[in-house]
């Protein structure tokens, strides 16, 4: 991809952050009319640390309706059909099958690299620009246009700019919603003896959710836990990490067999809903959520999707407000949802009234249709 010059450059629309929410808002607002020399991009990685991205993300059925509709699905996926939601040694859980829906999958699993590489096809196809690598130092918003000053020097300027690179959660300065869990995703790739193909678990402990996605012949592992135990964990030779966690998870896919490289990364809950003159935050750069319910990226989607409408129908400062009030409900909903959740299993000990209170809950999901289908849809495709 190119670089920018030293030269002041201008476009309607410019995007901090080439990741899949950036790409994808540059696509659709292509899709509604905006000539690709209208939209500019800017990210801080190489196209290659971008499409080596081994991490694996999961994507929700609207998701992948919308990477659809823009022909830029990812290059391979594991579809979830069914997911199991349940509490370590108690009472209570929750059942959803893409079946109960009409649908073909509830989700889908990929890895980053998958998912940005053909979006990234779909802008060079469409001659949209992405320049890489830049540092992108500051955004000045007016009431005509904003500037994005760039490391080398140079300024460029537009009539919107939207920040859609958040970075993690301790690079973040703090919002206006914000709460450390005092939690570390542990992530890594692990085979278990006893598949069960296309089925999800969501497995609360008094430390944090277990979240095993399937994926290729395994799971994709997201163990959140508390920080003092996370060297520790990282330390352990594979034999007895997966005893940790075989004690942690149970035996519902028999026993656990192999795992991969161990990464971390502290979580926590940082958002605020903004909009100046000219500049918009959206996705993870407007709220970064606990990875419970794997709910970040698709709620970047929708945030992506929304705002290119708001655009497409106004094209001025009022679209931007309009943008917030239409997103504000999901957005709040999804936050809440997260948020509760985490607290719940990051501050309560085992055992605990406010925990047995949660494992009833999830026993009467599923003996209630209209919470369920509720639960469902809000995963799959947000409050619409």
Not at 126 to 143: E, L, S, W
Not at 167 to 182: I, L, M, N, S, V
Not at 266 to 277: I, K
Request: charged fraction near 20%; proline fraction near 4%.
């Amino acid at each position: 991809m190119s670089n920018p010059s030293s030269k002041n450059r201008r476009s309607k629309i410019a995007i901090c952050g080439a990741g899949p929410v950036g790409q994808a808002l540059a696509l659709m607002l292509h899709q509604h009319g905006f000539a690709a020399a209208d939209i500019v991009l800017f990210d801080a990685k190489t196209s290659d640390q971008a499409s080596q991205d081994a991490r694996s993300i999961a994507l929700s059925h609207g998701s992948d309706q919308i990477l659809s509709k823009l022909h830029a699905r990812p290059l391979k996926t594991t579809a979830i059909t069914e997911i199991h939601v349940s509490r370590r040694r108690h009472f209570g859980r929750s059942f959803l099958t893409a079946a109960d829906y009409q649908l073909p999958a509830l989700g889908y699993v990929a890895r980053y690299g998958d998912i940005v590489s053909p979006l990234e096809n779909s802008l060079a196809q469409a001659g949209i620009i992405t320049h890489r690598p830049v540092q992108v130092i500051a955004i000045n918003d007016g009431d005509q246009s904003a500037n994005i000053h760039l490391q080398d020097g140079s300024v460029h300027s537009a009539d919107f700019v939207i920040q859609a690179e958040g970075g993690t959660f301790t690079d973040q300065e703090q919002r206006q919603q914000h709460h450390d869990y005092q939690q570390t995703a542990l992530i890594a790739h692990v085979l278990v003896d006893s598949p069960i193909a296309h089925r999800a678990f969501e497995r609360f402990t008094d430390q944090g959710p277990i979240a095993l996605l399937p994926q290729d012949e395994g799971y994709s592992l997201v163990w959140c836990m508390r920080p003092d135990i996370v060297p520790a964990m990282l330390a352990m030779d594979d034999a007895d990490f997966l005893q940790a966690l075989q004690q942690g998870f149970g035996e519902r896919l028999g026993r656990f067999t192999s795992v991969s490289k161990r990464v971390s990364y502290p979580l926590g809950l940082n958002a605020q809903a903004h909009a100046g003159q000219r500049t918009v935050r959206i996705g993870n750069a407007a709220q970064t959520l606990h990875p419970v319910a794997g709910q970040g990226l698709n709620l970047g989607l929708r945030d992506a999707f929304c705002l290119a409408q708001c655009l497409s129908r106004d094209f001025s400062s009022l679209a931007l407000q309009t943008f917030l009030n239409q997103r504000k409900t999901d957005r709040q909903t999804t936050i809440r949802l997260t948020d509760t959740m985490a607290k719940i299993f990051a501050s309560s000990p085992d055992g605990s009234l406010m925990q047995a209170l949660v494992g009833l809950g999830l026993g009467a999901v599923d003996l209630l249709p209209a919470a369920k289908k509720t639960l469902a849809e809000q995963m799959m495709f947000g409050w619409r």
